[in-house]
Structure formats: C-alpha cells, structure tokens
C-alpha cells in the first residue's frame, strides 16, 4: 500500500503550506486593529479568529498557570478561572505545554501551528499506510488551510488515525491482545483530548466481543482488554485532577454543559428554532438543550443497534462504519457544531469508500458556511441588520450540511473501507498491502463471505482482525 516516496514527500509538503497558510492567516489577528474599526469588525472582515489567541490572555496561558489545580467556576453567571482551559485534561495539559516556551500571542501561533504541522503529517502518512491515495483528501482539501490553527482539534484526530492504523496495518509481528489493547488505549486518550472518540472505543469493543474469528474465551479476553486500556486512560487523565481540585476539574464540563445555543454554535437547533432561540436566557434554551442530548443519545443507539445486528448474522462487526455513522448523528444533532469538526470527519472520508462528489459537495458547503458566517459577523459589526448574502449563505450551508450528514449516517453503515482496513484476517497478518475482492459482489454475497474462513486456513484471532469489514 505504501505509495512512491516522492508522492509520500508531496502530500506531507501539501499539510505543511496548509498549515502555514492557516497560520498567516491567524496572525492578522495578533496586530491591533486601526483607529477607526473595531475589533469585531477587523476580526470578522479577515475571518482570523482562533481559540489558540482567545485563550492567550482569557485563561492564564500567558501566566503559563497550570490548568485545572487552581480553576475556579464562580461569578454570576460563573466563568472558568484559575487557569482552567475549555477542553478535557489531556487537551489542556498539551496547550499548557506548547505555551511555556513563548511569553507572547503571536508565539504561542506559531508554536501551536508547528505541533499541529507534525501532527497533521503523522496523520496523513498513517492515512497513506492505511488507504493508499486517498490519504490526499485529507493532505490536499481545505480544512486544513481553514482550522490547522483554528484550535487543538488535530490531537483527537491524531490518536482516533493511530487506532485505525494499529487496527488495520500494525506489524505481524505484534500479538493480538497487544493491537486489540493499544487500539483501546489510543482512542481512550483521544476521549481525554476531546470526548468523542469515546464513541469509537463503544463500537471496537463490539467487535472485539462480536467478531466471531476466535474462541468466546479469547473474545471475552480482548473486550476486556480493549474496554480496560481505554477506560485506564480515561482515568489517569482525569482522576489525579478531579482529586486535586474537583471544582477546577469540573468548570470544564460545566463550562460546556451550560453553553448557550446561539448563532456562534452553527447548530439546527438555533436556526431551525428561529426567533424563539434567539433569546439566549430564555426557556427555550433549555429545551433544546434536552432536545439536543436526547437526539443525540437515540441517533447513536440506532447505529450501535444496526452495528450489532450486522454482526451477529455476518460474524464481522462493521466498528469503523459505525464510528463514522455516529460521528455524523453527533455533529448534526449535537448542540454545536463548529466547522472545524470537518477535521474529525476527513480520516472517515479517507478510510471509507465514500464517493468523490459527496465529500466534494460536503467541502464545498463547509468552505461557504466559514465564509458567510464571518462576512455575517462583519456585516452585524458595522451595523447593517439588513438580511445579507451572507446571512442567506450560513442559513443554506448549515441546512445542506445537516442533510449531508444523515446522509452519510446512513451511507457510511452501508459502505466498505478502503485498503488495509477493508482486508480479512488472512490479509491483514500478511506484509503485503490488504486485498478488497468483493467489490463488485451483492451485499449479501459479501456479508456471507466475510463470515466464512478462508479455503485451506485456519482462522486466527487477529486483533482488530475482522472488526473492520
């Protein structure tokens, strides 16, 4: 599956100006703005936001204050202090660190934006490994020149990539329990980085107890390794900080919990709800917050329920088409839904046989709801309360992205992955890249053909092994 080493050396060179592009782009708003235009006015005509310069100054970054040990959730309404930053422990410990080295903004940019080139290249060559060419539409496609540097979202995509390619293409030479725990414990720490790749560690633990290539004892063996090395995770990153200082630990998942829906959170829920939504105090906020949770919750019930079904009749537990599908149900249903969330969904788009023209058309409406929603935001700033192009642009983008993703809830449960992670057991010990031969088959032919072993070989209990028909 490895591609020629001048095509591997060009998709990395691609991330990099990528992230450089998004980088200058932020840097505009590092400088003060002129005399005459204020700052939400600037900010908006340049689209330069980022939460990387917001939480210089707002949450003791510049003071280089440890987060969470001294946060604090008071005031009225209450606000995060004490150094606590917006995102989960692992999250915050990372952005705690990138910043020691800089004692300005414009430093911690440029810092931010080296660590997300590293990780945005180790992505893209754990993509290549995995499927081959269409690691470009995750090195060549706009999100990244658009949300490299936007925030800290390529830690989470980083660690849910490195699963996938422990579960698809790690070497023989590794034991099961061994792939089946490290895949765990990447998506565990991908949870304490931002929560949803904990959805995914649901649906590897389906297959690791589904999959029916292996005796029930081994099964039971890696499910509890698998669902043990993710959970362990989860908690060394969370416990030590909730002892030391449960109210600091805590305003994080307040902070969030209490969000209000507005028009920054890109969301079905504001803008299908219009005017009532508009109040930001009002009672409606709680209902949709309840119609928010409560959507989300049943969406990814029906995909885990629809996964297992498949599973037990194929004996093959569709894990990386069901993450995928409850990726979807998350961004459409959740309460935000901010445009670099396209960054969790890209590797999706590269692992799975999804067609062109939908992750173009699925792009292409992104790159439209970034750009009105900041003309919006600048035309609001200079007064003009008339409905605008803009305006009219963010309405449409949100409603064709929402359709886009049911689509794809839908379309990622009934697709095949691509390369490595499309292989059989058989395929997946061997050094050579995986083998897809069913393509061209009816659905049900290939269904029946993944549970069956293979002519003349034993079937062994390779990790991740089936779980990713």
């Not at 020149?145 to 490195?162: E, G, H, I, K």
């Not at 090395?229 to 909730?242: D, I, T």
């Not at 029906?302 to 409850?326: C, E, Y």
């Amino acid at each position: 599956m490895r591609l020629p080493l001048l095509e591997r050396i060009a998709m990395c060179v691609v991330v990099a100006v990528s992230c450089v592009l998004n980088l200058g782009q932020k840097l505009l708003c590092t400088v003060p703005q002129p005399a005459d235009v204020s700052r939400a006015e600037y900010v908006n005509r340049y689209g330069c936001w980022s939460d990387v310069a917001a939480l210089w100054n707002s949450r003791g970054l510049a003071q280089h204050v440890f987060p969470y040990v001294h946060g604090t959730w008071r005031g009225d309404p209450p606000v995060l202090g004490g150094g606590t930053v917006d995102y989960p422990t692992a999250t915050g410990v990372w952005v705690w660190l990138t910043a020691l080295p800089v004692d300005s903004v414009r430093g911690f940019l440029v810092v931010t934006a080296v660590v997300a080139a590293v990780l945005a290249v180790l992505v893209t060559l754990a993509l290549q490994r995995i499927a081959g060419r269409r690691a470009w539409v995750f090195a060549a496609t706009p999100p990244l020149a658009l949300y490299a540097v936007y925030n800290w979202d390529l830690l989470p995509v980083a660690c849910t990539v490195a699963a996938l390619l422990v579960a698809t293409a790690a070497p023989r030479s590794w034991g099961p329990l061994l792939r089946w725990g490290l895949a765990g414990a990447l998506l565990g720490l991908g949870g304490a980085c931002k929560l949803y790749p904990l959805m995914f560690l649901g649906a590897l633990t389906l297959a690791a107890l589904l999959d029916r290539d292996a005796p029930w004892s081994d099964r039971v063996r890696r499910t509890a390794v698998t669902l043990g090395a993710g959970v362990a995770v989860v908690l060394v990153a969370n416990v030590p900080f909730a002892l030391v200082n449960y109210e600091g630990w805590s305003s994080v998942f307040r902070f969030q919990a209490e969000r209000p829906i507005g028009p920054s959170t890109l969301t079905i829920w504001y803008y299908g709800l219009l005017p009532w939504s508009a109040d930001l105090d009002g009672p409606v906020q709680g209902t949709m917050a309840l119609l928010s949770t409560a959507t989300t919750a049943l969406g990814i019930l029906a995909v885990l329920v629809v996964t297992v079904l498949r599973a037990l009749r194929t004996g093959r537990t569709p894990w990386i088409q069901a993450a995928a599908a409850m990726l979807c149900v998350y961004m459409v249903a959740n309460k935000v839904d901010s445009p670099q969330y396209v960054l969790w969904l890209l590797p999706f788009f590269v692992v799975l046989r999804l067609g062109g023209w939908w992750i173009t058309a699925y792009l292409v409406t992104d790159v439209c709801l970034t750009v009105g929603f900041f003309r919006n935001g600048y035309y609001d700033a200079i007064g003009q309360t008339a409905d605008t192009w803009a305006g009219q642009m963010v309405t449409a983008a949100l409603w064709i992205r929402a359709v886009l993703l049911v689509v794809f809830a839908v379309r990622f449960l009934r697709t095949r992955p691509a390369g490595r992670a499309a292989a059989g057991p058989q395929d997946r010990d061997g050094d050579g890249p995986a083998q897809d031969h069913d393509d061209d088959r009816p659905a049900q032919d290939r269904d029946h053909a993944a549970s069956r072993p293979s002519p003349g070989r034993r079937r062994r209990g390779t990790p991740v092994g089936t779980a990713s028909s």
